[in-house]
């Protein structure tokens, strides 16, 4: 069984959608649990469920894990993040940094520590992060590029405790993906297509293939890495 954090919609939905098209049973573990519902209901295959999920309540963690967890957890797929509106660093205060490292770097955190005693009772299993080009390049947006950072970290470190159980720990960073992020913005996601050497912006499924490769025994001698998949954006910043 994989487990996917913010399934309900863009790239989570994606990898949701990719994985049991492969044969997956998917958990779909969204904030958005009426959303999360639908998107269960649609996945291609049997045996899918939604749960309700907010990564940054541990109670709510817990009990997302506890629910799922006695089904046989085999991956878990860190998707729940993004990023918010705030001001230049000097007027960005306290508050919007506890809430970006909270959502995306703790929030990886708790699912990684409640899932890890159920993938270690299976033969092998995997964890993927989504991160972000903001980890590995400046463009701004402190807070979030900071969280996405440490998650970059938090991949290496657990890929090595987790090595010898027979626990991968990987993570993709995406560039710009067209999802719902975009849509409040000028021209949309697009607009940032002159950065990409491949001529566009991403699709969720541009993310959701590498979430399934590393996520899948192709990749069973991979682990502590974090690809990016950006359409060569990080070749030239
Ligand atoms: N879209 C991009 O250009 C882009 C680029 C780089 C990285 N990312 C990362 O990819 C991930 C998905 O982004 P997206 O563009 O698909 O966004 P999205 O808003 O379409 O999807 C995010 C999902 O996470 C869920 N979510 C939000 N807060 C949550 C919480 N506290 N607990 C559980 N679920 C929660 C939302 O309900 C939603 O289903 C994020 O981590 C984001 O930082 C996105």
């Given at each position: 069984?994989?487990?996917?954090?913010?399934?309900a919609?863009?790239?989570?939905?994606?990898?949701?959608?990719?994985?049991?098209?492969?044969?997956?049973?998917?958990?779909?573990?969204?904030?958005?649990?009426?959303?999360?519902?639908?998107?269960?209901?649609?996945?291609?295959?049997?045996?899918?469920?939604?749960?309700a999920?907010?990564?940054?309540?541990p109670?709510?963690?817990?009990?997302?894990?506890?629910?799922?967890?006695?089904?046989?957890?085999?991956?878990?797929v860190?998707?729940?993040?993004?990023?918010?509106?705030h001001?230049?660093?000097?007027?960005?205060?306290?508050?919007?940094?506890?809430?970006m490292?909270?959502?995306?770097?703790?929030?990886?955190?708790?699912?990684c520590?409640?899932?890890?005693?159920?993938?270690?009772?299976?033969?092998r299993?995997?964890?993927?992060?989504?991160?972000?080009?903001?980890?590995?390049?400046?463009?701004?947006?402190?807070?979030?590029?900071?969280?996405?950072?440490?998650?970059?970290?938090?991949?290496?470190n657990?890929?090595l405790s987790?090595?010898?159980?027979?626990?991968?720990?990987?993570?993709?960073?995406?560039?710009?993906?067209?999802?719902?992020?975009?849509?409040?913005?000028?021209?949309?996601?697009?607009?940032?297509?002159?950065?990409?050497?491949?001529?566009?912006?991403?699709?969720?499924d541009?993310?959701?293939?590498?979430?399934?490769?590393?996520?899948?025994?192709?990749?069973?001698?991979?682990?502590?890495?974090?690809?990016?998949?950006?359409?060569?954006?990080?070749?030239?910043h």
């Amino acid at each position: 069984m994989v487990l996917v954090t913010g399934a309900a919609h863009g790239i989570g939905r994606a990898c949701a959608g990719r994985l049991a098209a492969e044969g997956a049973r998917v958990v779909v573990a969204d904030l958005d649990g009426g959303e999360a519902n639908e998107v269960a209901l649609r996945l291609p295959g049997d045996g899918h469920r939604a749960v309700a999920l907010d990564v940054t309540k541990p109670e709510s963690v817990d009990e997302a894990f506890q629910t799922v967890g006695g089904e046989g957890l085999d991956v878990l797929v860190n998707v729940a993040g993004g990023d918010t509106q705030h001001g230049s660093f000097e007027d960005t205060g306290d508050e919007v940094w506890h809430q970006m490292i909270q959502l995306n770097l703790i929030g990886v955190v708790r699912c990684c520590r409640a899932a890890i005693p159920h993938l270690r009772r299976r033969s092998r299993a995997a964890i993927v992060n989504v991160g972000s080009i903001n980890a590995h390049t400046s463009l701004g947006s402190e807070p979030y590029s900071a969280a996405k950072a440490g998650v970059v970290s938090l991949t290496t470190n657990l890929a090595l405790s987790l090595g010898p159980g027979h626990i991968r720990v990987n993570g993709v960073a995406p560039g710009t993906i067209r999802t719902r992020v975009w849509d409040d913005q000028e021209g949309g996601a697009d607009r940032l297509q002159p950065l990409y050497p491949l001529g566009r912006v991403g699709e969720p499924d541009d993310i959701a293939a590498a979430v399934a490769f590393l996520a899948s025994d192709d990749a069973a001698w991979i682990t502590g890495h974090t690809l990016p998949v950006d359409g060569g954006f990080l070749t030239n910043h």
